[in-house]
């Protein structure tokens, strides 16, 4: 059983930048796409970024192209999302998982983590 953990959320200004990243402590997260996806309050989950299993590819959602970087670490069993040029409206609790993911309308989840708290001030 995959037990996928967040970290690095928290308050930031916009402008600013975090970095989240995703580990699971026992099983190694390789055969797996990781992807990152997140809620607002009020609002339904959406697709944030995925990378595939090799690290050879990765999408982004429209939102985040050009701000938020997805990156992988088998060998350590991490996955990070670096987020910069934060903006409100990026705010949400912020979710990692372990599946399928070819694209941000294609994904089979097996696996989420318990999520991160990501909040930006003005």
């Known amino acids: 059983q995959v037990q996928l953990v967040e970290s690095g959320g928290g308050l930031v200004q916009a402008g600013g930048s975090l970095r989240l990243s995703c580990g699971d402590s026992?099983?190694?997260?390789?055969?797996?796409?990781m992807g990152w996806f997140r809620q607002a309050p009020g609002k339904d989950s959406e697709f944030v970024a995925a990378i595939s299993r090799g690290g050879g590819g990765t999408h982004y959602a429209d939102s985040v192209k050009g701000r938020f970087t997805i990156s992988r670490d088998n060998a350590k069993n991490t996955a990070d999302l670096q987020m910069n040029s934060l903006k409100l409206e990026d705010t949400a609790v912020y979710y990692c998982?372990?599946?399928?993911?070819?694209?941000?309308?294609?994904?089979?989840?097996?696996?989420w983590g318990q999520g991160t708290q990501v909040t930006v001030s003005s």
């Open positions: 026992g099983r190694a997260i390789g055969s797996y796409d």
């Open positions: 998982s372990a599946g399928w993911i070819a694209g941000p309308e294609k994904y089979n989840i097996v696996y």
